[in-house]
């Protein structure tokens, strides 16, 4: 196929992408702000040029075809390069400018991350920086996030990875709740005690506990279950049960003596622990936006006192 007769499908390529991600024609319609038939009339067009069928569609589902499959690959690589020549672009610019995008977890964000943020904003006044505020999975190219902030040990793969920090899981309880429900010496004795959990899924009633080859899994039972943080922590600050939070989420609380840490020389496993890591795409050119946002971080971080 020519040039003449290529570039006018480079469009219709990058709207395939978008159908593909999205998983539906009218979620990509609305993003690209246009009717969702416009976008059925440029997936056709793009399977009559092609002559060959790339979508499986029903009134129920949509799937790749096989060809559709090794398109839909090669034309995703074309948004990648895109979006590179675009960052190629950004970095010969003499000062930080332009979209910013990041995803993080809820609590990390309204807890740690947004001071630092807002003061990245009046550091960098050209910068339009979007975030993202999410627990689950996010996809740094179907996505569109330029930067993904998550608590894990396991970075992504393919992605550039920068610690910024580490945080572990606390067990704590106020001091009215222990003087009055006394302290538990070993994992075994939080049965004995009013355990206020997570409650997202069964496997958050499970407080998993190690020390060296000791390993143990207690069902944590009590009269009150939230999956908010602050709320639990209101919980835990009127004595009402001991629960396990993010050291970020309750540090400054353990410091002024309103709770008390408990079993600290075991480990607590689960969720929310663990290296706090910014990833991004690799890239011979890396926008100066997100190397100086994520610079920005690594040195707030730093600067944090060690609990």
């Known amino acids: 196929m020519d040039t003449n007769k290529l570039i006018p499908l480079l469009?219709?390529?990058?709207?395939?992408?978008?159908?593909?991600?999205?998983?539906?024609?009218s979620k990509t319609?609305?993003?690209?702000?246009?009717?969702?038939?416009?976008?059925?009339?440029?997936?056709?067009?793009?399977?009559?040029?092609?002559?060959?069928?790339?979508?499986?569609?029903?009134?129920?589902?949509?799937?790749?075809?096989?060809?559709?499959?090794?398109?839909?690959?090669?034309?995703?690589?074309?948004?990648?390069?895109?979006?590179?020549?675009?960052?190629?672009?950004?970095?010969?610019k003499s000062e930080v400018s332009g979209v910013l995008r990041i995803a993080a977890p809820k609590a990390l964000s309204r807890q740690i991350l947004m001071p630092m943020i807002l003061d990245f904003i009046e550091a960098y006044p050209k910068v339009s920086l979007q975030l993202k505020v999410a627990d689950h999975y996010i996809d740094p190219i179907g996505d569109e996030?330029?930067?993904?902030?998550?608590?894990?040990?396991?970075?992504?793969?393919?992605?550039?990875?920068?610690?910024?920090?580490?945080?572990?899981?606390?067990?704590?309880?106020?001091?009215?709740?222990?003087?009055?429900?006394?302290?538990?010496e070993h994992p075994e004795d939080i049965h004995a005690h009013n355990c206020l959990c997570l409650g997202e899924n069964?496997?958050?009633r499970v407080w998993d506990f190690t020390q060296g080859e000791q390993k143990y899994s207690i069902n944590a039972r009590g009269s009150f279950a939230v999956n908010h943080s602050e709320i639990r922590r209101e919980a835990v600050l009127r004595g009402i049960g001991i629960s396990v939070f993010p050291e970020f989420a309750i540090q400054e609380y353990l410091d002024s003596g309103q709770v008390v840490e408990l079993l600290e020389e075991w480990h607590i496993g689960g969720n929310y622990q663990g290296q706090v890591i910014a990833q991004y795409a690799q890239s011979k050119f890396i926008p100066k936006q997100i190397k100086a946002f994520v610079d920005y971080l690594q040195t707030r971080f730093n600067q944090e006192p060690s609990s």
């Open 202 to 204: 069964p496997r958050d």
């Open 11 to 25: 469009s219709e390529m990058a709207i395939f992408v978008n159908v593909v991600e999205s998983g539906s024609f």
């Open 29 to 92: 319609a609305k993003k690209l702000g246009v009717s969702p038939s416009s976008v059925s009339r440029s997936i056709t067009r793009l399977e009559n040029t092609l002559e060959e069928k790339l979508l499986e569609r029903t009134t129920r589902q949509m799937r790749l075809s096989v060809t559709g499959q090794e398109v839909y690959s090669l034309c995703a690589d074309m948004m990648y390069s895109a979006k590179m020549a675009v960052s190629a672009a950004q970095t010969d």
């Open 145 to 184: 996030v330029d930067v993904i902030i998550h608590i894990t040990d396991k970075p992504n793969i393919g992605l550039v990875a920068r610690t910024l920090t580490q945080y572990r899981l606390i067990l704590c309880a106020s001091p009215a709740y222990v003087e009055k429900n006394g302290i538990p």
